[in-house]
Structure formats: C-alpha cells, structure tokens
C-alpha cells in the first residue's frame, strides 16, 4: 500500500502537464498558481467515482489468485516507467504503466489466463486509441469555432474572455484527473487489500483508500512535473488563449464521459491529442511532429515495458521475503539515481516557460577561434587604391586590429602560443629588403 502511494504521487507530479500545462505556457496562470488549483481540485475529483477503480480492482485481472507481492511487482514497474519518462521530459501514460506492470506481474505469477483479455481490450486498449484521436478532432473544430466566432471581437476583451474560461477548463480537466487516475491507485489498493484478506473479493474502495490516494496524487501535482510541463505547453505546438481554452475543455469533457463509462482512461493520451487538435485548429499554426512522434514512440512501449520490469519483481520477489527486500532496494536505489541525474540540468517554475538556450560553442572552436593569426598590416589607403575602388577606412582597421588582440589575449591562445617552440615561428622579414614578386603563386592558400 505505501509503494501504491509512492507511485500516486509519481502519478500527480508525472500528470501536472495534462491540466495546467496550456494555461502556464500561455500566461493564464503563474506556475505555482496553476499547479496549487490542480491538486485541490484532484482531491475533490477522487471523491465524485468510484468506476475507474472497480476497472482496475475487479475487471483486469482475475484477483483470486493475486498475492500482494504480485501488486508490489507492478507498481515497480509502474514507477520506474513513470520516473524515466519524466526525467527525458515526455508525457507518457502513468495509467498503462501501471496497467503494464499488473499485468506482467500477473502473467508472471499466475499466467496468461489470470488477464482479463476482454476488459483489457474494450476499457484499455481501445480508449487508448481512440481517445486521443477524438479529442483532438474536437479541439481543431473548437479552435476554428473559437476563431470565427470572435473574429470581430476586441481583441484585448475577447483575449481576456479566453483567459478566464482557460482557467476554469483547467480546473474541469484537474477535476477530471482526479476522476480518473486517482481511483487506478484506489483500486490497486483494494486489490491488495482484497490480495491480503482485509477485505471481501468484489468489495468497493473504503473511504481511507479513497482519501489517501486523494492526498498522495494532490501532493504530486502541486510538486508540479515541470520537465514534461515545457513539452506539453512548448514543445508541441505554440498556443494562444483561443486554442487552450478549446483543447482544455474537449479534453475535459472526453476524460469525464470516459470516467462515468468507467474507462480506464489515459489523461495523457487525451491532453496530448487536443493540444495537437488546437495547433492543427489556428491558421498558420504548426504541431512539432518530431516531438510528437517521440510520444507516440513511448506511448507503445510504456505497457510492454512495464509488463517486462513487472514480470522481471515478481521473478525476483517469488524467491521470498529476502527477494522482496532486493526488489524494494533497487526501486529505492533506481529512483534516487533518477533525480541526481535531474538536478544536472533543474526545470522549475522559474524557468518553465523558456526555450531552450542555444548549445555553446566546443572548447576545441573556442581555441580555433582564439588564436586565428591577424590579417597582414594594413596598407595605406594611398598606396592601394586604384580608379573605382573604395579606399581602406583606417578607423576599421583599427577597430579589427582591437578585436585580434583581445582574441590573442584569451587564455587558451596564450595557453597555446606558449606550447609552440621557438624554431617554429616564422623569420622576420625586413620590408626594406624584401621584394613582392609580379604575380602570386598559382596554389596561394
């Protein structure tokens, strides 16, 4: 139960994107503010359903014959998958890692015949792409209303219209989150309650279950993922008020119908597929298919990946109790290397909403760079001009003699002169003595 929680919480931070990304990357709402509203309002959501949860504790996988060891199997799986997308920024489903790891611990222990293939097809597979699919038909179509519609509007009045209702569709779509993936921790819960004999098979989630996967997905989301924050709010497509105001409500609305359907839905996939609606919905404007097609390639394999980390903790936890430890330890251990690689390069809500500042240039271009031998002396304008050309200004002269010398200055040139022998600099030639030959070679370089 306390892995379950850790991998709720994983859940919030992981899904922050999907309600407040569009309102911070537009200014609706200053980041600490959007992300305090979401974990209120997926607190309030955990309580309006229960479906979700029976999905996931009843429908899934046959729980007769499910040992508690086989549960903290899968959410391992669950939250590495969920901790590596994080870290690499991409917005991946936490609902089919969890569903991934629960059914490969399960095939593990049991077998194939403990995996509800029904279920798994008509409330998981198909939602997964479908989902994504109509919402973002709904966006585009709501973006192009949404544009139409206030063609003829102010521009600064109906700009401010839009920020108000991105703000409360925002709050529709925490709402909805909290609907949706808070009860898949509820019902992994109650399914290891049911697992340990605490409770009868077929029982709902009781309300303690209800209120702690409420608190520990709050938690989360106000920590705020904000690596997946900037690809979902920049990374896939430039958004006005216009086009987060269509993508947060069509997202909302698909995500509370799949709720009260009990679809185990992914908010990820839904969020992910309006945002693309909306870009695609504004004239002129652009979806990154690069970034995109990233998610698309995660989005495949977070199930089987998961299933295959699930399976590999139920191989190790069936050893026993000392096998359990091991699994327990390396979650621990894997998880802590995650973050330390996070904090070389920290995204927070000072820095959210910028782009990506250019790569600097190599030491090895820098050393190029510095130590770049000078033009030859400049020669008087006099003595170079001829009918038709521009004589030499001596104040760029000047200020290009400037520019070499502090270049040469640099450490790395002075670093790089001293390493160069005597014998190998050029003999000083006395200009009252040298001569310029006719022509130049033919091979001058």
């Known amino acids: 139960m306390v892995t379950a929680l850790a991998f709720d919480f994983t859940n919030g931070f992981h899904d922050t994107a999907n309600a407040m990304a569009t309102t911070i990357s537009t200014g609706a709402l200053k980041p600490k503010i959007a992300v305090a509203m979401s974990a209120a309002l997926n607190l309030v959501g ?18 007769t014959g499910i040992r508690p060891e086989v549960i903290f199997a899968a959410l391992v799986g669950a939250i590495l998958w969920n901790l590596l997308t994080w870290l690499v920024g991409l917005p991946s489903s936490s609902s089919h890692a969890l569903m991934g790891g629960l059914i490969g611990a399960t095939i593990a222990s049991v077998g194939v015949g403990a995996v509800h293939g029904d279920a798994l097809v008509t409330k998981v597979v198909i939602p997964a792409v479908a989902a994504p699919v109509v919402a973002g038909l709904a966006a585009m179509v709501a973006t192009r209303l949404s544009y139409t519609i206030g063609r003829k509007a102010d521009g600064k009045a109906a700009e401010k219209g839009h920020r108000a209702g991105q703000i409360a569709s925002a709050g529709l779509v925490s709402l909805a989150h909290g609907t949706n993936d808070a009860q898949k921790t509820m019902g992994v819960i109650t399914l290891a309650l049911i697992a340990g004999g605490a409770i009868a098979p077929g029982s709902n989630p009781p309300t303690w279950v209800i209120l702690s996967a409420g608190l520990a997905i709050a938690l989360g989301t106000y920590i705020g993922g904000w690596r997946i924050i900037r690809t979902m709010g920049t990374g896939l497509t430039d958004l006005q008020p216009q086009q987060g105001f269509a993508a947060q409500t069509s997202a909302a609305t698909a995500i509370l119908a799949s709720s009260h359907l009990g679809f185990s839905l992914s908010t990820t996939h839904v969020v992910s597929g309006s945002v693309m609606g909306a870009g695609l919905g504004r004239k002129g404007g652009v979806v990154r298919w690069s970034t995109a097609g990233r998610m698309a390639i995660a989005w495949v394999l977070t199930l089987p990946a998961a299933a295959l980390v699930g399976a590999g903790a139920e191989a190790v936890t069936g050893l026993g109790d000392w096998g359990t430890a091991l699994v327990a330890v390396f979650l621990v251990a894997s998880s802590a290397a995650i973050w330390k690689i996070s904090r070389r390069q920290v995204v927070d809500h000072t820095n959210v909403t910028e782009t990506a500042a250019e790569e600097p240039a190599g030491v090895v271009t820098q050393a190029i760079a510095a130590v770049t031998p000078p033009p030859a002396a400049p020669v008087p304008a006099a003595a170079t001009a001829t009918a038709g050309s521009p004589a030499v200004d001596p104040t760029a002269v000047e200020s290009l003699a400037a520019s070499v010398s502090d270049a040469l200055a640099t450490p790395a040139a002075e670093e790089l002169a001293a390493r160069i022998p005597a014998q190998a600099t050029a003999p000083v030639i006395d200009p009252s003595t040298a001569s ?8 001058t370089v």
């Open 46 to 63: 955990a309580f309006l359903s229960v479906e979700v949860a029976n999905t996931i504790s009843k429908g899934l996988v046959d729980e």
């Open 436 to 443: 310029a030959p006719a022509t130049p070679p033919a091979a």
